[in-house]
C-alpha cells in the first residue's frame, strides 16, 4: 500500500469521527494513529466527554465489530475472556467467548476491578490471544483495545501497574470542549445522534494492509539515535524517578513512522517524533512525589525534555 493511500485512509477515518468527536482533531488524530500502529490507547477523563462515542465511531469507519467491557469490583477473568459451558444435547462442554472477542473493546474504568482481572487483559493486548481452560484462542483483527480511567474518582480504584501501562500504545485525553464547539454538540444531536451519519471508510482487511505498510516508512539512522537519547534523557530526569523503558522507544518510532505516514510523507522527520512523544512516553514514566504536588503531568516534562534533547538536521 502506498504512502499517499494510507494518509488518505487515515484522513478520511479522522473526518468521520469528526462528525461526533467536535473540536478534537489533534485527539482524534492520535487515536487513528494509534490503531494504525496496531497498538492499544488508554484514555485518561472525566467522564462524559466522549470517550465510548470515540470508540463506536473507531468500530464504524472500519466495518469492525464494537464490544464493551465494564469493569466492576466483582468482574472476573472470565467474564472478559469467556467459559466453557456443558451442552446437555451433545453431552459435551462449549466454548463461548466473552466480550473481548470484538475488533474495537472498550474497557470502560478499567482501574475499577482488580488487579487479577486487570491481568486478564495483558495476554489478549499482547499476544492477540485468550487462554480459556489450557487451550489457546485467537481473537479477530484487527484488534484494539480503548481503555477508559476516571482521574478525578479514585475511591475503590486499583491504579494500573507500571508494567500493564506500559502495554498501552500511547495515552490521551478528550477534555472539556470550548463554548462554540459545545454549542455545535447540541444542535448537532437536538433530534438524532450523530454516529447515525458515520460510515464505514476502510474495510478490515485494508486495515491490517494499513498496519503493516506503515513499518515500512524508512528512519534514518539520525532520528533513530533522536529518539533513543529522547527516551534516555527521560531515565536520566531529576524530576521522575523511572524512564521510559525500550518498548517506549520502539512504540516512538512505530508512532513517528505512522505519523509521518498520515501526513504523507516516506520517511520519518524529528517533527513527527516531537508530535507523538507526549502521548507514547507520557505514561512510561514515574513522576516524583513533589511533581505531582505542584500539578505538573509528565506530558509537560516530556516537552521539557524535547527543547533539551538537540534534534538531528532534518532528512531530505
Excluded at 489457546?136 to 507500571?162: C, D, H, K, W
Aim: proline fraction near 6%; hydrophobic fraction near 40%.
Amino acid at each position: 500500500m502506498r504512502v499517499s493511500e494510507i494518509a488518505e485512509k487515515a484522513q478520511s477515518m479522522v473526518t468521520e469521527v469528526e462528525r461526533v468527536i467536535v473540536g478534537k482533531k489533534s485527539t482524534v488524530e492520535k487515536a487513528v494513529l494509534c490503531l494504525i500502529c496496531n497498538g492499544h490507547l488508554l484514555i485518561e477523563d472525566i467522564p462524559g466527554v466522549g470517550k465510548t462515542t470515540l470508540a463506536k465511531a473507531l468500530a464504524i469507519t472500519m466495518g469492525g465489530e464494537f464490544r464493551r467491557l465494564q469493569f466492576t469490583p466483582d468482574l472476573l477473568p472470565a467474564d472478559i475472556t469467556g467459559s466453557s459451558i456443558f451442552n446437555q444435547k451433545t453431552a459435551e462442554f462449549e466454548f463461548r467467548g466473552g466480550p473481548i472477542f470484538g475488533n474495537v473493546v472498550l474497557v470502560d474504568e478499567i482501574n475499577r476491578a482488580t488487579p487479577k482481572t486487570q491481568s486478564a487483559l495483558l495476554e489478549a493486548m499482547e499476544e492477540r490471544q485468550v487462554t480459556s481452560d489450557g487451550v489457546s484462542r485467537y481473537l479477530p483483527l484487527p484488534f484494539f483495545v480503548i481503555a477508559t480511567q476516571n482521574t478525578i474518582e479514585m475511591t475503590g480504584t486499583y491504579p494500573l501497574p507500571e508494567a500493564q501501562l506500559d502495554r498501552f500504545f500511547a495515552r490521551i485525553s478528550l477534555g472539556y470542549p470550548s463554548k462554540e464547539d459545545e454549542m455545535l454538540i447540541l444542535s448537532g444531536q437536538q433530534v438524532s445522534h450523530p454516529l447515525e451519519l458515520v460510515k464505514p471508510v476502510i474495510s478490515l482487511a485494508e486495515m491490517l494492509e494499513v498496519q503493516s505498510a506503515v513499518r515500512d516508512i524508512f528512519v534514518h539512522d539520525s532520528v533513530r539515535e533522536y529518539m533513543i537519547e529522547i527516551v534516555r534523557a527521560t531515565r536520566e530526569n531529576n524530576l521522575l524517578l523511572m524512564g521510559a523503558s525500550p518498548r517506549g522507544t520502539l512504540f516512538l518510532m512505530r508512532a513517528a513512522q505512522a505519523r509521518a505516514a498520515m501526513q504523507g510523507s516516506e520517511f520519518v522527520r524529528p517533527d513527527d517524533v516531537k508530535s507523538v512523544a507526549g502521548s507514547v512516553l507520557g505514561h512510561r514514566v514515574l513522576p516524583r512525589a513533589e511533581l505531582r504536588a505542584r500539578g505538573t503531568t509528565t506530558e509537560q516534562v516530556i516537552e521539557r525534555v524535547l527543547t533539551e534533547v538537540p534534534a538531528p538536521v532534518p532528512v531530505s
